[in-house]
């Protein structure tokens, strides 16, 4: 069955740096495009970028361009997230979700940001 | 970017009662449409695909319709586990945008 697992929640200061991975099984990995939603305490859902796991290309949402980092490990089958120049309103459950429009999900990672 | 208006903000049902959301597309999108479903603490779960297409093992009290600019997602009958938060998401092109949301409360 298809699984997207992804790392533990982290706490960060202000200005850091976060790093997060969603292990994918079950499926062929390179046949599913893999996009980050991150869901603010409260808030909607919102759409941060997506990655073709098969070649590596990406499509970044404009308010992130410049902070946002996904990359992919094939040997692996996990996809990363990074996001850097960390500030409070980055506080959010942060998600991968496979395919268009995406099907399944990852459980989610929470990332605070808090000094 | 497109943008997906979404109606009502929020709405208070009852057991047995049909249900209508309704997502705007601020142009058109063909029927480029997903409806998900989040309960409190969990991931979305995609109930609707291609504007009416029901995800596999989703009731069919649940129905999605439209193309171009206006969609709906239906709900004929409320159950007491369908009291949740529902989303449109476009993803007719980049950025993919998502509805501000609908909470559905008793």
């Known amino acids: 069955q298809v699984q997207l697992v992804q790392s533990g929640a982290e706490v960060k200061k202000p200005g850091a740096s976060v790093k997060v991975s969603c292990k994918a099984s079950?499926?062929?990995?390179?046949?599913?495009?893999m996009h980050w939603v991150r869901q603010a305490p409260g808030q909607g859902l919102e759409w941060m970028g997506v990655?073709?796991?098969?070649?590596?290309?990406?499509t970044y949402a404009q308010k992130l361009q410049g902070r946002v980092t996904m990359t992919r490990e094939t040997s692996t089958s996990t996809l990363y997230m990074e996001l850097s120049s960390l500030r409070s309103e980055d506080t959010a459950v942060y998600y991968c979700?496979?395919?268009?429009?995406?099907?399944?999900w990852g459980q989610g990672t929470l990332v605070t940001v808090s000094s | 970017d497109i943008q997906m208006t979404q109606s009502p903000s929020s709405l208070s049902a009852s057991v047995g009662d049909r249900v209508t959301i309704t997502c705007r597309a601020s142009?058109?999108?063909?029927?480029?449409l997903g409806w998900y479903q989040q309960k409190p603490g969990k991931a979305p779960k995609r109930l609707i695909y291609?504007?009416?297409s029901l995800q596999s093992g989703v009731p069919s009290r649940f129905s999605g319709s439209g193309s171009g600019t206006e969609f709906t997602l239906t709900i004929s009958s409320l159950q007491p586990e369908d009291f949740a938060a529902y989303y449109c998401?476009?993803?007719?092109?980049?950025?993919?945008?998502f509805g501000g949301g609908t909470k559905v409360e008793i």
């Open positions: 079950g499926y062929t990995f390179t046949t599913y495009f």
């Open positions: 990655i073709d796991p098969s070649v590596g290309s990406t």
């Open positions: 142009q058109g999108i063909r029927n480029d």
């Open positions: 979700a496979r395919g268009t429009p995406p099907d399944y």
């Open positions: 998401l476009h993803h007719n092109s980049y950025p993919l945008t």
């Open positions: 291609a504007a009416s």
